[in-house]
């Protein structure tokens, strides 16, 4: 249903139920910095709220996301893998 060439497929459990409610949230596990499916989301359902959850991407990269999908972006990082934060 959301793709971007290159990214693969997302798995949307009830999409059209979930995504018809209001409010509406979805939760991205992992992303590696293609934001692909949650700028299709959003521009779909403008009205859902997007939240991502990534420790791969840097500070950069995540605040580049957020700009193009509006998200929220969480990138806890344990210590020893860039910016720690317990």
């Known amino acids: 249903m959301f793709m971007q060439r290159f990214e693969g497929g997302k798995w949307v459990c ?11 949230f979805v939760f991205s596990l992992g ?16 009205h859902c709220a997007i939240h991502i959850y990534d420790p791969t991407v ?7 996301v957020a700009e193009r999908t509006q998200a929220r972006i969480a990138e806890h990082r344990s210590p020893g893998r860039g910016n720690a934060s317990a």
């Open 31 to 46: 992303c590696n910095g293609i934001s692909g499916f949650e700028e299709d989301v959003k521009s779909r359902y403008s």
């Open 14 to 24: 009830s999409p059209y139920e979930i995504l018809s409610r209001d409010p509406c």
């Open 58 to 64: 840097s500070e950069s990269m995540a605040a580049q």
